[in-house]
């Protein structure tokens, strides 16, 4: 199985600052196939971006991702209120298709 | 807009069967797309469990399959899951999900229901 390490465990940044969260695949991720979701408390999670790069639907374009093989990274520009939540990357190349433990982003 | 709500008993006892629903609104799950559920244990991560296609094909984790039953009701317009012989391990937070048209990630979520593995 890829296990997905991402880091930091929690990043605590303020408003209008720059996020920058890590995922990091034991082997390479096929096709860089790999999704990053948000996650705020009681809500359902949210599809940020999908194959490593590409913006869902509605997403702002604060937020980009970036990377291949078994380095990816999302990067929040600007930080705004609503965005401070929890992050997680998850692979579908290759079954079973395993999730990140996540990066809290807290308000500093 | 499409929107998945899960549903079913919050406490289980240990060896018993989990079930679980999924609801969705405002879209026929018979159209298209796969239906799928993850869960994540309370303090641990996200853990991918399977997915049921809008004709009743399956495919589970591997690490769970031995126990796993995914199943589709087209009258009612929702998918269920059935885990069996339970343990407290199996203490999560399960949520239902849709599967991206074209790839095997999950593109719209429900907010999850807890479901904890007590006697």
């Known amino acids: 199985d890829i296990v997905l390490t991402q880091s930091p465990g929690t990043l605590s940044l303020s408003p209008g600052e720059r996020a920058t969260l890590s995922c990091r695949a034991s082997q390479s991720v096929s096709s860089n196939y790999l999704v990053w979701y948000q996650h705020k408390p009681g809500q359902a999670p949210r599809l940020l971006i999908y194959g490593a790069s590409s913006r869902a639907t509605g997403v702002p374009d604060r937020f980009s991702g970036s990377g291949s093989g078994t380095d990816f990274t999302l990067t929040i520009s600007r930080l705004q209120p609503e965005d401070f939540a929890v992050y997680y990357c998850?692979?579908?190349?290759?079954?079973?298709?395993?999730f990140g433990q996540g990066t809290e982003l807290e308000i500093k | 807009q499409v929107q998945l709500q899960e549903s079913g008993p919050g406490l289980v006892k240990p060896s018993d069967t989990l079930s679980l629903t999924c609801d969705v609104s405002?879209?026929?799950?018979?159209?298209?797309?796969?239906w799928g559920w993850i869960r994540q244990p309370p303090g641990k991560g996200l853990e991918w469990i399977g997915y049921i296609s809008y004709s009743g094909s399956t495919f589970y984790n591997p690490s769970l399959k031995s126990r796993v039953t995914m199943s589709i009701d087209t009258s009612k317009n929702h998918f269920s899951l059935k885990l069996t012989s339970v343990t407290a391990v199996d203490t999560a937070v399960y949520y239902c999900?849709?599967?991206?048209?074209?790839?095997?990630?999950?593109?719209?979520w429900g907010r999850g229901a807890l479901v904890t593995v007590s006697s």
């Open positions: 999900a849709r599967k991206d048209r074209g790839h095997w990630y999950f593109d719209l």
């Open positions: 998850q692979q579908y190349g290759n079954s079973p298709y395993t």
């Open positions: 405002d879209y026929s799950i018979t159209s298209s797309y796969w």
